[in-house]
């Protein structure tokens, strides 16, 4: 199994461009979730998904837009980048959005900067 | 505010040293902690998690954690680092939020293992 697939690793953008950061994992997992992680700050919940069609604000969305047509995919769009959205951004899986044991599966991660 | 610290940004030890990472965390109530560990250019990795039952809860390579529900307090603890453990570790608290358990990260504690 791949896992948790994300894709582009490294993204340069100029201020009020868009695009999309790819997220897809092969495992069925019914929770899916965008962090964004910055220099002593740890990881951010941006949004995350607890199945198709379902989802929902983390801390710090505003900027973010998300979508869950499908299990396997779980897109986070930047409508219009800035400056302040420069981090590295993580997506991650579970199997399950109610149990508190399971693991977070985590993907390799994007480095975006935003100029 | 809801909140998880990670008293230590940087710790710098020699190998065979002996290793205690502080995490306090706020949340009243029932809670799951968990330790993830990211090494140079990968990505997260679960490193041990606390659920319920024993206290003194056993990882991977070695490494154990605490908790002390009166101290609201989960250390990570390892008798002798080796070079190779070398990353940035992160504690982080589950605890129900919106439509699914959520994890809070801490803000990361970066360690240096000097061969």
């Known amino acids: 199994n791949a896992g948790v697939t994300q894709t582009p690793k490294f993204q340069v953008l100029k201020t009020g461009q868009s695009m999309t950061l790819q997220c897809a994992q092969d495992m069925n997992h019914e929770y899916m979730s965008w962090y964004r992680q910055d220099p002593g700050m740890g990881l951010r919940l941006i949004h995350y998904s607890v199945g198709a069609g379902i989802t929902d604000q983390g801390e710090v969305p505003n900027g973010y837009n998300v979508s869950r047509s499908t299990t396997e995919d779980f897109p986070l769009r930047l409508l219009s980048a800035a400056p302040s959205q420069t981090s590295v951004y993580f997506c991650?899986?579970?199997?399950?959005?109610?149990?508190?044991?399971?693991?977070?599966?985590f993907g390799s991660g994007t480095q975006l900067s935003v100029l | 505010a809801q909140s998880v610290s990670q008293h230590n940004h940087h710790v710098i030890l020699s190998e065979a040293a002996s290793l205690e990472l502080g995490c306090n965390y706020s949340y009243g109530g029932t809670v799951n902690l968990f330790w993830y560990v990211q090494y140079p250019g990968q990505h997260l990795q679960l490193l041990l998690k606390?659920?319920?039952?024993?206290?003194l809860v056993k990882g991977i390579k070695g490494f154990e954690a605490e908790f002390i529900k009166s101290k609201f307090s989960f250390n990570l603890r390892k008798p002798s680092v080796q070079w190779s453990d070398t990353a940035e570790y992160f504690c982080a608290v589950g605890k129900f939020s919106g439509s699914a358990r959520q994890l809070t990260f801490g803000s990361g504690t970066q360690l240096t293992v000097l061969p």
């Open positions: 991650a899986s579970r199997a399950g959005s109610y149990l508190g044991d399971e693991k977070l599966f």
């Open positions: 606390y659920f319920s039952g024993d206290p």
